[in-house]
């Protein structure tokens, strides 16, 4: 199931990006701002920081707050992230996108070094999600478990697809009892399921 998550992580964007208007900081009255250092790949991609057109790579100023981004490139798998930024507290992200076209492998085969690059990132991040989910949902230690008429499984969210943090619990019911013994061994282990997104199926 991890290894999904990595594949998902690989086709898409997978780090957060921090950016302003191109060619210097964002004019912001009041409220701290933050100094925000961005590495991107590929290095001429296109970002928009709430609708504005920002530049791809550099130190810049980014105001508290929420804020959306959006990286795009012709034969790449494009991203769109929502970020908290606060504090006035300095920043180093990464905005790395991933081929998913012909243009995108070709860009592939010309810049080895940068595809190499945003691999390890992927790389990393996916053993990073790894411990966190881990440490966050102490019961995929156990899974997948069969039990007396169910099996417990775990896979992404379906309330929040697009946040690779969050889990389901996918329990198929294998006889008429398995969704009460799956609640019964879930409490049994010490899980407590109202704190999961429980999917039933058959």
Known sequence: MLMQKKGLLIGGAVVTVLLVLLGGSLAFRGGPVSEVTVRSIPEDLTLTL????????GTVKVKEGSHTLVAERDGFEGSTQTVEVSGGDPLRVKMYLYANGDAG??????HPDQALEAEGEAGKRFDELGELLAAKYPIIQELPYIGPGFKVTYGSSQAEPDNSEKIALYIKLLRPEGKAKALEWMKGHGYDPAQYELIYTK
């Open 105 to 110: 492998r070709e860009w592939v085969k010309e």
């Open 50 to 57: 709430d609708g504005h057109q920002i530049a791809a790579n």
